[in-house]
């Protein structure tokens, strides 16, 4: 008969095992947990679907276009672009503990076991935000266990990699909203017109309740049921304390203004500079079209968000929306080369077609500064050389051929120098300026500046008959404001990969002096003229309050305004695709956009003056004569030259003696007040 006490020891024996047993077996989880915490923090998360599709940036770092193969309707923002109340209603309707568990809500997932168990099927869920974002970046719904156990594995790791803002941020941009429309910002619009940011109370409970069901709770499929849904989430809010019963009773009993379905329209930044880039990049940055819609690159862009809107806007109230009449817009900053703002087209979704980048329009009077540029860097003429403006045939090609022809409205100006023909754009004095100093010159400074469509040398060319794009027109009139000093143009400053790894970065560019600084001055000076009194600009001469240059152009079919800041260089063009003639109307919008897209561009910009390069001299003119004012002379101007281009004669017309100055030299010592208080300006 066995001994008590060896029955004792034994059970002893047995319990102290298990006790051991179980201790090694919750050791082993915890380590396997660990392991497995450690192994998930170190793997990388799949490329999601919206992770592969390359962003596009502005030169402010915000994402202002996606490249997606699927073309769905995607406008990721940041969280702090989105309504504080779509936020609270989200969360509230959603996952209220968000900020307080660990991606998986353990209290809820009990009690919907409960539930499931109690009703013999899957009645209640308990699925966490980030457990939905693992779910719609990573995996199918199917509602297999496989898929169960990859959503926790990628749901712990969103958690141990990102912080909660970020995967909340993530999640608003992602969840679908039914009707194509994928992310907060994208169902803003498409529902209401209006920015995530602008979503009032009655507006975010509404689009907070339509993930649960895309189909069921559309208000355009079902506005009983969206309705209904969108009370139920006003009184989770309540419940959670974000806002009142009264604030609730309130935004439920708001009329909803919905945009009318099939009349939305997907707002795209930018989309003919996007085009512009993605052609860039896959064409001469050596990326390909997959890397793009499945590369998870960012492409970092020159565009300045305020310019773009600026140029939008402009566009806009510069022209007929029900006319046929076509436009472009593109400027540059002449210091980098970098293109701040393109508009290619009045409206990107009746027309993709990108004028800013069309090599068929002639650019007209417009093209006249290349040419004068020549004259004046050439030192063959000055702004004071003369022609007499009247019907003439010239001959040209050893006078085997005949040109003849005529300014706007047969007006003739008599014997005019270069500055009054740039202003009244006088067509006669263009020509025998291109014979004297020689079309293939005139060709080979327009190649410095950079314009590389073909141009004809023929007598015509100084009248703009050879096409040219405004994009080239802007990056040429870009050199002339940078003292001479072509800057490459620039749109893409660096692409980096789905690691963060830099794959293309922008070369830095030095520039190169194609031009005399002085002679690049002294145009601008002329063309000054331009917006003054008599000019063919002057009728927008109120809308801009700091200095500018350029110069319009017409031709039967294109009208051009291209001009300049210090800042900013840009090409206006208006014209109608079809090779219909323009009206005088239609020739009056080009140079109103310029202005006003100058002016909202820049007005957070201080007015500056051009800078006065060395080698330019100024001198007292009598108008007259053309010749160094006297002490006597009634009427004399202050005119800029070239050193050693300015006039040494006094004028004889009026008698006294000649107690002024020739000119200031080219050395800064001995130049004028006038001189000296424009550099003191320009510091």
Partial sequence: MPQPHNTKSKRKSRFAALIKLMLAMTVAVIVSVGILLGYLYQKSLPVADTDRNSRLLDSQGSIMATFSASGRNYEPVALKQISPMLIQATLAVEDRKFYDHIGFDLKGMGRAILVNLKEMERAQGASTLTQQLARNLYLSHAKTWT???????????????????????????????????????????????????????????????????????????????????QKIVLSTMVETGDITKQEADTAAAEVLRFKPQGQQQVRVTAPFFRDYVKNLVTTQLGVSEEQLDHGGLNIYTTLDPHAQAAAEQAVAQGMDAQSELETALVSIDPRTGYVKAMVGGKNYKTSQFNHALAKTRQPGSSFKPI???????????????????????????????????????????????????????????????????????????????????????????????????????????????????????????????????????????????????????????????????????????????RPVAGKTGTTDTDAWMVGYTPELATAVWVGYDKGRDITTMDGHRAAPIFAQFTEKALENVPPKIFAIPNG?????????????????????????????????????????EQKQPAANSGNPEERSWWSHFKRWLTD
């Fill in 147 to 229: 898929r169960k156990f990859k959503e926790a594995m990628y749901t712990a790791q969103l958690e141990m990699k990102y912080s909660k803002n970020e995967i909340l941020q993530m999640y608003l941009n992602e969840i679908y909203y039914g009707h194509g429309a994928n992310g907060i910002e994208a169902a803003s619009q498409m529902y209401f017109g209006k920015s995530a940011s602008e979503l009032d109370l009655a507006e975010s409970a509404m689009l907070a309740g339509i993930p649960k069901g895309p189909t069921y709770y559309s208000p355009y499929n079902h506005m009983d049921n969206a309705k209904r849904r």
């Fill in 616 to 656: 330019v001299v100024t001198a007292y003119v009598d108008k007259s004569s053309g010749k160094l004012a006297s002490a006597d002379c009634p009427d004399k101007k202050l005119e800029v030259f070239i050193a050693g281009t300015e006039p040494t004669e006094y004028c004889s017309l009026h008698g006294g």
């Fill in 371 to 545: 040419m004068y540029l020549t004259a004046l860097s050439s030192k063959t003429m000055t702004g004071l050389s003369t022609f007499n403006s009247e019907p003439t045939l010239f001959h040209y090609d050893d006078n085997r051929k005949t040109y003849q022809p005529s300014n706007f409205g047969d007006k003739y100006l008599g014997e005019i120098n270069m500055q009054e023909a740039i202003a009244a754009s006088d067509n006669i004095y263009a020509v025998n300026t291109l014979l004297k100093v020689g079309a293939d010159n005139v060709i080979t400074m327009a190649r410095k500046l950079g314009i590389i469509s073909p141009l004809h040398s023929v007598p015509s060319l100084a009248l703009g008959t050879s096409p040219i794009s405004p994009f080239e027109m802007a990056s040429a009139f870009a050199v002339m404001s940078n003292s001479g000093k072509r800057m490459p143009p620039v749109a893409v400053l660096k692409i980096t990969d789905a690691a963060g790894e830099v794959i293309y970065q922008a070369p830095e560019a030095t520039g190169d002096q194609v031009v005399d600084p002085a002679a690049a001055y002294v145009l601008t000076h002329l063309m000054e003229s331009v917006f003054e009194s008599g000019g063919t600009g002057s009728r927008v001469s109120s809308m801009i309050k």
